[in-house]
C-alpha cells in the first residue's frame, strides 16, 4: 500500500550502547507511530557486547522501516548521531535517546513544532518552562545547569535562548543542517553543542518542555571522558575552532604533565637529596610515561592501544619524545646554569619548547592518525 502523501515523514536516529534491555520498548514505541506518520528507525550500535544489534537486526527483519548500523571500532555519541543523520532519508530527523528517558510524544511535539514554525532545529529542554526532571540526581541536574551556562557564554549570542545545551532530545531540519552536521567533530561531547558551535548564530532553534523520565534499565554512560570532552568542546568553540580538538586535550594533558613533572623534581631533589641535574631528566621521564597513559586513555581513545600495542606505543611515544626530553633537559639546565638558579622558570622554559613536536609526531607515530 503506498504511503499517505500527508503523512510527516520522519527519520528517528537511535544511537545504542549495550541497551538490550531497552531497545525493544523504544522500538515499539516509534513503530507504533507509523499509523500517523512515515518512519524511518536508523539504529546506530558501538559494537554492544549485550546483544543489542542481534535483537534490532531480528526486528528489522519483519520491520523494514528499520535499519541498523553495526560499528566496528567506531565509537561516540556524537559520531553515532552524525553517521545516522547522514544515513537518514527523511527531510525531518529526530534524535532521542534510546535508555526510555525521552517521551514520544515529546519528539513528535518538537517534529510538529519544527515543520509547522518552519524551524531549522527543536530541542527538548528539560529546563524549559512546564518541563519536568523524573530519575536525574541532585547532582546531575546541578552539573547540568553548570555546564550549560559555561556553554553559553561560548556560543553566538542568536542561541541565548536556548535553556538546555546538553540535551539529547533533538530534532532537526536535514536541509538546513547537513553541511553543519557533517562538520562536527567525531570525539565532540555533545552533538548539539557541537552543531550551534559549527553554525555560529545561522539556524533557527525552537524548543519545547521536556518531560525528562527515569532510565528504564542499565547505566549511565556520563564518566570522566564526558567531562573531559565538556572542556575540550568548549576550549575548541572559545579558540575558534582554529585549533584542532585533539591538540586541545594534548595540550590539557601536558598541563597535568607540568604537575606530575614539578612533584617528581620537588619530590626527588627534597625528599631523596638528589640534585638538580639528576632529579631532572628522572621526573621528566615519570611525567612522559604519565602523559602516554593518559593520552591513550581520553585524547586518542578512539585509537586506543592495549596489551602489547600499549607497551609497545609506550616506547614509541617515549623514543618520539625523546629528542624534545633532551631538549627539555638541556635548555632547563642552561636556563638554570646561565640565565636564572630559579628551577621553576627553567623547567617551564624546557616544556613550552616540546609541545608542538610531541603532539604533530605522537598523532602521526604512536596513534597512527
Same mark, same amino acid.
Given at each position: ?102 517521551? $514520544?510524544?515529546? %519528539? ?7 515543520? =509547522?514554525?518552519? !524551524?531549522?532545529? @527543536?530541542? &527538548?529542554?528539560? /529546563? ?124 590539557? $594533558?601536558?598541563? %597535568? ?7 617528581? =623534581?620537588?619530590? !626527588?631533589?627534597? @625528599?631523596? &637529596?638528589?640534585? /638538580? ?93
Amino acid at each position: 500500500m503506498e504511503p499517505n502523501k500527508d503523512k510527516l515523514k520522519i527519520s528517528f536516529i537511535l544511537p545504542t550502547f549495550n541497551e538490550r534491555r531497552n531497545i525493544n520498548l523504544i522500538l515499539k514505541q516509534l513503530l507504533d507511530l507509523n499509523k500517523n506518520f512515515e518512519t524511518e528507525l536508523i539504529v546506530i550500535d558501538d559494537n554492544s557486547k549485550d546483544g543489542t544489534a542481534e535483537i534490532v537486526r531480528e526486528i528489522s527483519k519483519k520491520e523494514k522501516n528499520i535499519k541498523l548500523i553495526n560499528r566496528i571500532d567506531r565509537f561516540g555519541l556524537a559520531s553515532a548521531i552524525k553517521e545516522g543523520c547522514i544515513n537518514a532519508s527523511n527531510e525531518i530527523i529526530a534524535i532521542m535517546d534510546t535508555d526510555g528517558q525521552h517521551k $514520544v510524544e515529546d %519528539i513528535i511535539n518538537a517534529a510538529e513544532k519544527l515543520f =509547522f514554525e518552519n !524551524l531549522d532545529v @527543536v530541542i &527538548g529542554s528539560r /529546563f524549559a518552562y512546564g518541563a519536568s526532571i523524573n530519575g536525574l540526581s541532585q547532582d546531575r541536574e546541578k552539573g547540568s545547569i553548570f555546564a550549560n551556562k559555561l556553554a553559553k557564554y561560548s556560543l553566538s549570542r542568536q542561541y541565548s535562548h536556548i535553556s538546555d545545551l546538553m540535551t539529547g532530545c533533538i530534532v532537526l531540519k536535514r536541509k538546513s543542517c547537513i553541511d553543519f552536521l557533517k562538520k562536527v567533530e567525531v570525539n565532540g561531547f555533545k552533538f548539539l553543542y557541537e552543531l550551534l558551535s559549527i553554525s555560529k548564530g545561522s539556524l533557527k532553534v525552537g524548543e519545547i518542555p521536556l518531560s525528562f523520565q527515569p532510565r528504564k534499565d542499565g547505566f549511565s554512560k556520563l564518566d570522566i571522558a564526558v567531562i573531559w570532552d565538556f572542556f575540550v568542546s568548549l576550549s575548541h568553540t572559545f579558540l575558534k575552532r582554529s585549533i584542532p580538538r585533539k591538540a586541545i586535550s594534548f595540550g590539557f $594533558v601536558g598541563s %597535568i604533565g607540568i604537575f606530575v613533572q614539578l612533584i617528581s =623534581f620537588y619530590s !626527588l631533589k627534597i @625528599v631523596f &637529596g638528589l640534585n /638538580f641535574e639528576l632529579s631532572l631528566p628522572i621526573a621528566v621521564i615519570l611525567a612522559a610515561s604519565s602523559n602516554f597513559f593518559i593520552n591513550n586513555w581520553l585524547t586518542f581513545r578512539s585509537k586506543r592501544l592495549k596489551n602489547k600495542k600499549l607497551i609497545l606505543g609506550l616506547l614509541k611515544f617515549l623514543i618520539v619524545s625523546s629528542l624534545p626530553i633532551f631538549a627539555n633537559v638541556g635548555l632547563a639546565t642552561s636556563f638554570y646554569n646561565y640565565v636564572t638558579p630559579n628551577s621553576f622558570i627553567s623547567q617551564m622554559a624546557g616544556i613550552i619548547i616540546v609541545f608542538i613536536w610531541n603532539y604533530a609526531a605522537s598523532s602521526r607515530f604512536v596513534w597512527e592518525i
